[in-house]
């Protein structure tokens, strides 16, 4: 490990600390977003579901292009201007009381996360060249990611500004910090690996994808996976909210610290555990437990909290297992100079996403919490099939290759 960690750069470790940093304030807010709406402008809970489900939809569609431009213009730039643009959709979720703005701003800040997120994983693959090195910084980016989901909430909380709007304005003040170190860095270290000036059309690149099922399966499991694991989020807060016994300020930082403390100490002896399982095969084994998680709350009365959240343990477990793998695997399937393009079209996947909040909102509304959480647990079986399907479909590929 030591040996893989002396080859990160300057730049490997400036995306790394500054998704640790963005999540840290990011997630004072956003997982509350529903609750503000709900509170300050009386959406009900499918109306709070489709809201948050369009700045998905927004995301998914710009995601393959956004990593066709990192392939052709390179990572950097990319990045760049989502920074920039990221800053003042912020700007404007903190400071309009406007529904329709509010919206809008949404749309932009889902956009421009997509060109920070997507070239950013694939600019920490062009840094590195030894495999093991590659791994470990893809772990390590999605451990800072949760060390700040973590402790964010909590800090939140004993400042007094969860779930409150102008909270947005602290993350934009922390994106420009990440803009400024950016501009700095990518300035001063020198370009490494295949960043920019590649001689493909957007429409080649549609014809590679277009003929690698086995890619094109994994999307479609990502995608209904996103489903499930979205209700974690705005589907577990809707339900707490709608059962009126918990109060969701107050319970959800638990859940949100669970969920990433669970992760923050079982990531890395997980890893080495099943270092050596198959990354599809690790897949399917985190998206069953996940299911088994969701099978659990819906059998439990809503006011079990602590019960809820060993569920909330056994779901991050799932998770911890599942996500790090997803890069890794995309990683491997795609081609040294399409590694663009193959993350961005991993952001199809958010179609998932963006119906969950609708998806989730519906079934809550409808049903109520078992029509949700059993539902979810059956996506979650659905989801471990098309792994396998996946992990057949590239082996087939590589034996005829």
Not at 258 to 284: D, E, K
Not at 386 to 398: D, S, V
Request: proline share 3%.
């Amino acid at each position: 490990m030591f040996r893989s960690i002396s080859q990160f750069t300057p730049v490997v470790w400036l995306i790394i600390l500054a998704t640790m940093a963005s999540r840290f304030v990011f997630f004072m807010v956003w997982p509350y977003l529903a609750v503000i709406l709900h509170r300050d402008h009386g959406l009900d809970t499918f109306q709070v579901g489709a809201f948050l489900s369009v700045s998905g939809f927004s995301a998914a569609i710009t995601g393959l292009y956004i990593g066709y431009l990192s392939d052709k213009f390179g990572r950097r730039r990319v990045i760049m201007i989502g920074l920039f643009i990221a800053i003042l959709a912020l700007c404007l979720l903190g400071l309009t009381e406007n529904l329709w703005v509010i919206l809008t701003a949404m749309l932009i800040q889902s956009v421009a996360s997509n060109a920070i997120e997507a070239p950013g994983r694939a600019l920490l693959t062009d840094e590195l060249e030894d495999r093991e090195a590659k791994d470990l910084a893809l772990h390590m980016r999605y451990y800072s990611l949760n060390l700040g989901a973590a402790f964010g909430p909590l800090v939140g909380v004993a400042w007094g500004i969860t779930g409150r709007q102008e909270t947005f304005l602290i993350v934009a003040g922390v994106m420009t910090a990440y803009f400024v170190a950016a501009a700095i860095i990518f300035f001063r270290t020198p370009l490494r690996g295949r960043l920019a000036g590649k001689a493909f059309s957007f429409t080649e690149a549609l014809t590679v994808l277009a003929r690698d099922k086995a890619f094109q399966i994994f999307v479609l499991a990502l995608g209904i996976g996103g489903i499930a694991y979205s209700q974690l989020e705005a589907g577990l807060i809707q339900y707490i909210q709608q059962g009126g016994e918990i109060d969701p300020a107050t319970f959800y930082p638990k859940v949100t610290f669970v969920n990433a403390a669970t992760v923050l100490v079982l990531q890395f002896p997980l890893l080495a555990l099943l270092s050596g399982i198959a990354p599809l095969s690790r897949a399917m084994l985190g998206i069953s437990l996940m299911g088994i998680a969701f099978a659990m709350i819906a059998v439990v009365p809503i006011s079990s909290q602590y019960t809820i959240l060993f569920a909330v343990i056994v779901l991050s477990i799932g998770e911890v297992i599942l996500f790090p793998t997803i890069n890794l695997i995309i990683d491997r399937m795609a081609p040294d100079e399409m590694k663009g393009s193959y993350f961005g079209a991993s952001s199809l996947a958010g179609f998932g996403f963006a119906f969950g909040p609708l998806i989730g909102g519906g079934l809550l509304h409808l049903g109520g919490g078992p029509a949700l959480w059993w539902t979810m647990g059956a996506l979650c079986v659905l989801v471990a099939w098309l792994y396998h399907l996946a992990e057949a479909l590239r082996k087939q590929g590589l034996a005829t290759s």
